[in-house]
C-alpha cells in the first residue's frame, strides 16, 4: 500500500510539473551556471537515494558554463540518470558529459549500457506516459512522464533533446542549453 501511495503521488507531482512548465506558468530563473557544479549534485543526488548503486557514475565538463536555471537543469539531469540507473546492468558504467557545441550552445550527454531503445520507439519516448518497453512500469516503476518533463525543461531553455541507442548496447540522451542569455537584438 505505501509503494502504491508514493506511486501515485509522484505521478500527481509529475503531472503537475508538466502542466507548470507547458503552461508557461513556471518561470526560469537563469544565470550562468558551471555545467560541473550542476552534473556533480545530480550524481551526488542519485548516490544517496541509492547508496550502493550497481553502476558506476562518471561525470566530465569540461570547464563549460551554460545560461540556464540550475534547479530545472538538476530535474532534467536526475531524470535521465534516475533512468540510466534503473536500465544499466550491474556492474555497468554511466557517463554524463557537458561539452561546448560553439559559442551560443552547449551539449550535454548522459549515456549508459542498458539494454538500450528500439529505433522505431525513440521518437515516442519523449511523449507522456510512453517508456521503450510497456512491461517496464510494472517491473521497475516510474510514470512514463521523466522524459516529457525532461523536454518540456530543455525546450524551455531553447534547447533541443533526443536520443541515440544501440538494443543490447545502450543508450545516449543528449540535450543542448544556450552558454550566453539570448539577445533580441540583431
Not at 2 to 9: G, K, M, P, Q, S
Not at 48 to 62: D, G, L, M, V, W
Not at 72 to 80: D, G, H, K, S, Y
Request: aromatic residues 6%.
Amino acid at each position: 500500500a505505501i509503494n502504491n501511495t508514493d506511486r501515485l503521488v509522484s505521478l500527481v507531482n509529475d503531472i503537475l510539473d508538466l502542466e507548470r512548465i507547458s503552461s508557461g506558468k513556471s518561470e526560469l530563473h537563469s544565470a550562468m551556471v558551471s555545467a560541473e557544479e550542476v552534473l556533480r549534485k545530480a550524481v551526488s543526488a542519485q548516490q544517496a537515494r541509492t547508496p550502493k548503486p550497481s553502476a558506476r557514475i562518471f561525470y566530465a565538463a569540461n570547464g563549460v558554463t551554460v545560461y540556464a536555471d540550475p534547479d530545472r537543469v538538476l530535474q532534467a539531469l536526475n531524470n535521465l540518470l534516475s533512468n540510466a540507473i534503473k536500465f544499466s546492468p550491474a556492474g555497468g558504467e554511466i557517463h554524463l558529459s557537458a561539452r561546448n557545441l560553439d559559442d551560443q550552445e552547449a551539449l550535454f550527454e548522459v549515456r549508459d549500457q542498458g539494454r538500450g531503445i528500439p529505433e522505431d520507439k525513440l521518437e515516442y519516448i519523449f511523449d507522456r506516459f510512453q517508456q521503450g518497453d510497456a512491461s517496464d512500469t510494472r517491473i521497475l516503476g516510474g510514470t512514463g512522464l521523466g522524459l516529457a518533463i525532461c523536454r518540456s525543461i530543455v525546450n524551455q531553455h531553447g534547447g533541443r533533446i533526443w536520443a541515440t541507442s544501440t538494443p543490447g548496447k545502450g543508450t545516449t540522451f543528449h540535450f543542448t542549453l544556450p552558454t550566453k542569455p539570448r539577445t533580441n537584438l540583431r
